[in-house]
T-cell receptor
Framework: GENVEQHPSTLSVQEGDSAVIKCTYS??????FPWYKQELGKRPQLIID?????GEKKDQRIAVTLNKTAKHFSLHITETQPEDSAVYFC??????????FGAGTTVTVRA | GAVVSQHPSWVICKSGTSVKIECRSL??????MFWYRQFPKQSLMLMAT?????????EQGVEKDKFLINHASLTLSTLTVTSAHPEDSSFYIC????????????FGPGTRLTVL
């Protein structure tokens, strides 16, 4: 099955700085890569996703890049704000829609 | 966007009893629903895939006789934790695939199960 590794496990940034989270996946057949934000005790919320036919996608302060050759993808958050503090999960799946999640990154934005 | 609900949001039960958790897609038909378990400070682990009208598919290591899944309609899947024990205490989250965008999973709010 798919194995997704995520780094770092914790990330502390100053408000206004950028945050970058990196993930690698094992199965070259994976073709869909969503990122979720989860606040304590709440459901994961999809913040951005990318499919294997594109290399980059941006939505306001959030961007995701995908390198299929290296089998890694990254989340970039610019101009971080305190409300960006949460746990972020990357995930990957193939055509069977079963998601494999990374271990998560706890992001803390210092005011 | 698509909305998924879960009931109850939290439950406390005694060891040895069974607990049923409902997952509903409120504004779309979900042919496939997924059940995850999340322990504190850990990631989401897929337990099983639930397809309407057929038997659920369980991930390796998940006991199908302990975690009974029923997907009776296109909007409802249930997870029953049978003979619950303290180690079953966890956050259980369901998700559903919308028929319009089959690769986007919408998550329910989760159910916090505490077994005493």
């Amino acid at each position: 099955g798919e194995n997704v590794e995520q780094h770092p496990s914790t990330l502390s940034v100053q408000e206004g700085d950028s945050a970058v989270i990196k993930c690698t996946y094992s199965d070259s057949a994976s073709n869909y890569f969503p990122w979720y934000k989860q606040e304590l005790g709440k459901r994961p919320q999809l913040i951005i996703d990318i499919r294997s036919n594109v290399g980059e996608k941006k939505d306001q302060r959030i961007a995701v890049t995908l390198n299929k050759t290296a089998k890694h993808f990254s989340l970039h958050i610019t101009e971080t704000q305190p409300e960006d503090s949460a746990v972020y999960f990357c995930a990957a799946y193939m055509d069977d829609y079963k998601l494999s999640f990374g271990a998560g990154t706890t992001v803390t934005v210092r005011a | 966007g698509a909305v998924v609900s879960q009931h109850p949001s939290w439950v406390i039960c005694k060891s040895g009893t069974s607990v049923k958790i409902e997952c509903r897609s409120l504004d779309f038909q979900a042919t496939t629903m997924f059940w995850y378990r999340q322990f504190p400070k850990q990631s989401l682990m897929l337990m099983a895939t639930s397809n309407e009208g057929s038997k659920a598919t369980y991930e390796q290591g998940v006991e199908k006789d302990k975690f009974l899944i029923n997907h009776a309609s296109l909007t409802l899947s249930t997870l029953t934790v049978t003979s619950a024990h303290p180690e079953d205490s966890s956050f259980y989250i369901c998700s559903a695939i919308s028929g319009g965008r089959t690769d986007t999973q919408y998550f329910g709010p989760g159910t916090r199960l505490t077994v005493l």
